[in-house]
Nanobody, 120 residues
Framework: QVQLVESGGGLVQPGGSLRLSCAASGFTLDYYAIGWFRQAPGKEREGVACISPSDGPTYYNDPAKGRFTISRDNAKNTVYLQMNSLEPEDTAVYYC?????????????WGQGTQVTVSS
């Protein structure tokens, strides 16, 4: 069955870095867009980054531009989110999800989330 499993979250000091992983199974990763989302306490879920199917373009929300990088390794069935220069405002649960393309609104499978806490 289709599964997405996030890992790599944790506690990091401001200015630090983390790399999140989204391990996919049950489908051919290269055929799908994978998005990273986050939800902070008391806030709505927001899209952070997305990578298109195959070697298509990547997209970032404004807070992520210049600091975060999304990439995929189809051989490992994994999508990564490299996060640098982390700020307390990046504290949230991070989720990955799949859709047929980044501009779609049919994110049909989601992971369970991984907590990222940025604090000194």
């Amino acid at each position: 069955q289709v599964q997405l499993v996030e890992s790599g979250g944790g506690l990091v000091q401001p200015g630090g870095s983390l790399r999140l992983s989204c391990a996919a199974s049950g489908f051919t990763l290269d055929y799908y867009a994978i998005g990273w989302f986050r939800q902070a306490p008391g806030k709505e879920r927001e899209g952070v980054a997305c990578i298109s199917p195959s070697d298509g373009p990547t997209y970032y929300n404004d807070p992520a531009k210049g600091r975060f990088t999304i990439s995929r390794d189809n051989a490992k069935n994994t999508v990564y989110l490299q996060m640098n220069s982390l700020e307390p405002e990046d504290t949230a649960v991070y989720y990955c999800a799949r859709d047929t393309h980044c501009s779609g609104y049919a994110w049909d499978y989601w992971g369970q989330g991984t907590q990222v806490t940025v604090s000194s």
